[in-house]
């Protein structure tokens, strides 16, 4: 019922930007919080950028000044705007969002791939 999709993903160089999509659809009457995450080959999952429903925002100390966490509420969409991409932010990001629908609880994505190269 609840599906979150994932776009923007794709190769850059180090230095470039990406601009990564969550589009939530579904019986949806409200989302709450909302959280981008990334996973990279051998590592923890881990959280990069959350948003509330008023739009407060926190970010991972390895992420600060270069992305931006943003809501679109009319279109049930979130966006990560990334910049000054590093090497080392190579990841499956993944979006998730805390729903309240039918079948409350917090929904994820399958991920997009971003690969930065130097």
């Known amino acids: 019922q609840v599906q979150l999709v994932e776009s923007g993903g794709g190769l850059v160089r180090a230095g470039g930007s990406l601009r990564l999509s969550c589009a939530v659809s579904g019986n949806i009457r409200r989302i709450n919080d909302m959280s981008w995450y990334r996973q990279a080959p051998g590592r923890q999952r881990e959280l990069v950028a959350a948003?509330?429903?008023?739009?407060?925002?926190n970010y991972a100390d390895s992420v600060k000044g270069r992305f931006t966490i943003s809501r679109d509420g009319n279109k049930n969409t979130m966006y990560l705007q990334m910049n000054s991409l590093k090497p080392e932010d190579t990841a499956v990001y993944y979006c998730?969002?805390?729903?309240?629908?039918?079948?409350?609880?917090?929904?994820w994505g399958r991920g997009t791939q971003v690969t930065v190269s130097s």
């Open positions: 948003i509330t429903s008023g739009h407060s925002t």
């Open positions: 998730t969002a805390d729903i309240i629908s039918g079948v409350n609880g917090v929904f």
